[in-house]
């Protein structure tokens, strides 16, 4: 009943930029922590960008000063601004939301994820 979709990916240059974004849709009532997690090849997946529902965001020490992650709430979606990317954050991005879907009369508080999206860094 509730989904998130990203878009944005892409091959991009070093030093070059990039935006996501996350849209989340169907039977919410309210969105709590945001968050963008990557999975490079062989590696977890890992945290590196959350923001609260009120919109108080934390980084990894990995892409502190470079990236920044926003939202949207009349939107439901959750932006992550790239800048200064390298051959390191090469990876497949995927959004996380904390939700409380509403459905047939139920509260029901559930972790979702996007698709992932392939972000490349070219050297």
């Known amino acids: 009943q509730v989904q998130l979709v990203e878009s944005g990916g892409g091959l991009v240059q070093v030093g070059g930029s990039l935006r996501l974004s996350c849209a989340a849709s169907?039977?919410?009532?309210?969105?709590?922590?945001m968050g963008w997690y990557r999975q490079a090849p062989g590696n977890q997946r890992e945290l590196f960008a959350a923001i609260t529902s009120i919109g108080r965001p934390d980084y990894a020490d990995s892409v502190k000063g470079r990236f920044t992650i926003s939202r949207d709430n009349a939107k439901n979606t959750v932006f992550l601004q790239m800048n200064s990317m390298n051959p390191e954050d090469t990876a497949v991005y995927y959004c996380n939301a904390d939700i409380v879907a509403y459905y047939k009369g139920l509260y029901r508080h559930t972790d979702y994820w996007g698709q992932g999206t392939q972000v490349t860094v070219s050297s």
């Open positions: 169907g039977s919410i009532f309210s969105i709590n922590n």
